[in-house]
């Protein structure tokens, strides 16, 4: 699943696919010294920041902020709408929805 503030179809694909790859390593170093599940992941570029959070099994938000953005603000906001929203956005809704377009 996939959406970007713009109709840039092809840049949301490429972002989802980053986090995905970002999550998968998390998972395995979590794995490989008993971590625990993921959380987050926070990105420290120069020009911005990426960050993933967890919002339900099999599910990840993930978010491109610009350097002046407050990272606590950020976080808590990703926070909320994993709460709100994560029971709904499951691996199993991505399955739903390309079955009603081929329908």
Do not use: C, W
Request: no cysteine; aromatic share 4%; glycine share 10%.
């Amino acid at each position: 699943m996939a959406k970007s503030a713009t109709s840039d179809h092809a840049n949301a694909d490429r972002l989802a696919a980053v986090i995905s790859g970002m999550t998968s390593l998390a998972a395995g170093v979590a794995d490989t010294y008993s971590l625990g599940g993921l959380n987050k992941v926070i990105v420290d570029l120069t020009g911005g920041y990426l960050l993933a959070t967890a919002i339900s099994r099999g599910s990840v938000l993930g978010v491109i902020a610009d350097r002046t953005a407050n990272l606590g603000t950020v976080a808590y906001e990703m926070t909320l709408f994993a709460s709100r929203a994560g029971a709904v956005l499951t691996p199993a809704l991505i399955v739903e929805l390309k079955n009603s377009v081929q329908s």
